[in-house]
């Protein structure tokens, strides 16, 4: 499952980023993320003089601070599916996606860097997560139409809905309780997310 969303939609950095790429990138990356876990905003002009060059050096190994950003989000979005994925193993069809998806959205609605991230910067936290203009929301429903191929087979729900389509629809109901405050002045909730899979997934059928 870990490589689904990249494969399915890589990026001029992703690539970069990859096992034999760019090591330079592959540096400035790593102190880039480790200031987002510690709660702090990645900022073009303090990476460069971390690293002892300047902004048009750092620009050139990683692109801007959006394509860098997204790395990031997805660098982590990655080990909290494969944490929840390990920690379902023993059920199986719509009840080991709908307990999977739950785990993300609770497990990304409790972490602290997370949800300062989304208050820092709601706008561009919600441009980067839930638009197709970013590679995170692509690689996110390529991983649930993953699951969803695998739990459900090619013809899920009896056939009443196509593979990518069910797939978009989790991934939005997901979106839907992680960010709710940013986009209704809602309180995130894992818990009504996992009501809402399972209706979607007819899981108590």
Known sequence: MEGVGLAAAPSWLSER???????DARRAFLIARESFIA???????ALAATLGIDRTSLFRWVGNRDALLSEVLWSLAVPTLAQAEAAVTE?????????????FVDDLNTAPYFREFL???????LRLLTTKESEIQRRYVATAEWL??????????????????????????????TYADLIAGDEPSAAR?????????????
């Open 91 to 103: 059920r199986a069809g719509a009840e080991r996606i709908a307990e999977l998806l739950t785990r």
């Open 119 to 125: 208050r820092r910067e709601p706008a561009r936290a």
């Open 148 to 177: 969803v191929r695998r739990d459900l087979g090619s013809a899920p729900l009896d056939g009443a809905i196509d593979v990518h389509e069910l797939a978009y629809l989790l991934v939005r109901v997901s979106e839907s309780f």
């Open 193 to 205: 997310a996992r009501t809402a899979f399972r209706v979607l997934l007819r899981a108590d059928r």
């Open 17 to 23: 980023l990859a096992p034999g790429g760019h090591a």
């Open 39 to 45: 709660g702090r905003r990645i900022d073009m002009g």
